[in-house]
């Protein structure tokens, strides 16, 4: 079994910046494909970003140049740093992990960009 625990969400001033962190259990982490989900109130869940195990990224096109995701495979860890934040970023944030068809979310971490 696999637990992803995310942490770093708050609020934030629009142009300011947060890391979140996703510390995974289990031993799957390094071949695992990490990736970093929004949900906005009222709206589906959506990808913002996913790393493979091979390092390999993938961005959304709306957080593109403003968001970068990395691994830490030593650590089970995976980030994701937020650049230039805007009102539209406001979401619960949540953690994936993906190997060999199997999937695991965390329980997600609020994410408010407001003055």
């Known amino acids: 079994q696999v637990q992803l625990v995310e942490s770093g969400g708050g609020l934030v001033q629009p142009g300011g910046s947060l890391r979140l962190s996703c510390a995974a259990s289990g031993s799957i982490f390094g071949s695992s494909i990490m990736a970093w989900y929004r949900q906005a109130p009222g709206k589906q869940r959506e990808l913002v970003a996913l790393i493979t195990s091979v390092r390999g990224t993938n961005y959304a096109d709306s957080v593109k140049g403003r968001v970068t995701i990395s691994r830490d495979n030593a650590k089970n860890t995976v980030y994701l740093q937020m650049n230039s934040l805007k009102p539209e970023d406001t979401a619960v944030y949540y953690c994936?992990?993906?190997?060999?068809?199997?999937?695991?979310w965390g329980q997600g971490t609020q994410v408010t960009v407001s003055s």
């Open positions: 994936n992990a993906r190997v060999d068809g199997r999937m695991w």
